[in-house]
């Protein structure tokens, strides 16, 4: 069984939509992370976080919200979808800092109509 | 903004050959780590190597790291096709991670 999952693994959605992904994980790790990925740019961090209530802006929040609902749930939200999100998205945990190894979900392809 | 960016963008060799791909970064790190992406897909840890290290091996991988050029690279020897992936280097600041836009390895059999 993997270690963090996705669901869902592909969501087509409309313009001005709330959409939620959602991100569990069995390796016990405090710390978890969500990521876009668009062609080109590598990874870019949305959200972070180190425990269930600690909760911080990475380099693109605009336009997404998280929620940490336990240590092994952390759910990515976008309030009112627009196109420009058309990305990769991806869950990840480690088990203690953010420059240390980290542990990929298998990602949530997003399209936004 | 990214700190490690790989060299080349893209890479084609025959099967058997080695594979050598290049990152470079800015400032001072604690440690580098090289990860692979098959396509569409998560990402998969290969090496960490910190800043104190100057070369680390696994299997057919292996990663040298030069803090006075603010280089590292990754070799992968005696490639297969099922190498053929994205490559990225992230580089670990004190708390922060950031990752390179990758390198595209295809390996033809």
């Known amino acids: 069984d993997a270690d963090v999952t996705q669901t869902p693994r592909n969501r087509i959605t409309k313009t001005g939509k709330r959409i939620m992904l959602e991100c569990s994980q069995t390796k016990g790790h405090d710390r978890m992370y969500w990521y876009r990925q668009d062609p080109g740019l590598g990874l870019r961090l949305i959200y972070y976080s180190f425990d269930v209530k600690d909760i911080n802006k990475g380099e693109i929040s605009d336009g997404y919200s998280v929620s940490r609902q336990a240590q092994a749930k952390f759910s990515l939200s976008l309030e009112s979808a627009i196109p420009n999100q058309t990305a990769l998205y991806f869950c990840a945990t480690s088990g203690t800092g953010r420059a240390d190894t980290q542990y990929f979900g298998p990602g949530t392809r997003l399209t936004v109509l | 903004s990214q700190q490690g960016e790989e060299d080349p963008q893209a890479l084609s060799i025959q099967e058997g050959e080695n594979a050598t791909m290049n990152c470079s970064y800015k400032?001072?790190?604690?440690?580098l780590q090289w990860y692979r992406q098959n396509s569409g897909r998560g990402l998969v840890h290969l090496i960490l190597?910190?800043?104190?290290?100057r070369e680390k091996h696994s299997g057919r991988l292996r990663v040298t790291l030069d803090t006075s050029k603010k280089s590292s690279s990754l070799l992968i020897t005696a490639s297969r096709a099922a190498d053929t992936a994205s490559y990225f280097c992230a580089t670990g600041v004190n708390n922060d991670m950031r990752f390179g836009a990758g390198t595209r390895l295809t390996v033809k059999p």
């Open positions: 190597i910190r800043s104190n290290e």
């Open positions: 400032t001072s790190i604690n440690n």
